[in-house]
Nanobody, 125 residues
């Protein structure tokens, strides 16, 4: 069983930055592909960014490309999301997730097996 705990959310103004962190325990973190998703009120959960187990492959939603950066530290069992130039439309609960399967569709919600409880990010205009 894998446990994920997100941190780093908060209330910021448009143009500010935040760094989200996700700490994993249980399982073999270094073998897992990881993703960040977000869900705004009344909307479906959507893909934000993902990183392969090795850290070599990275994927981003078009809406965050050039502003957000995903990274991981396999020695510390953490994955992070650096968010710059935040916009009000980035407001959502952000979740990290583990994809433990052999095949991986990075952008798909149903490709991920374990989820954290989420951390709220609110961007004011």
């Amino acid at each position: 069983q894998v446990q994920l705990v997100e941190s780093g959310g908060g209330l910021v103004q448009a143009g500010d930055s935040l760094r989200l962190s996700c700490a994993a325990s249980g399982g073999t973190f270094s073998s897992y592909n990881m993703g960040w998703f977000r869900q705004a009120p009344g909307k479906e959960r959507e893909f934000v960014a993902a990183i392969s187990w090795s850290g070599i492959r990275k994927y981003y939603a078009d809406s965050v490309k050039g502003r957000f950066t995903i990274s991981r530290d396999n020695a510390k069992n953490t994955v992070e999301l650096q968010m710059n130039s935040l916009k009000p439309e980035d407001t959502a609960v952000y979740y990290c997730a583990v994809a433990s399967g052999r095949t991986w569709s990075a952008l798909r919600v149903d490709a991920y097996d374990y989820w954290g409880q989420g951390t709220q990010v609110t961007v004011s205009s």
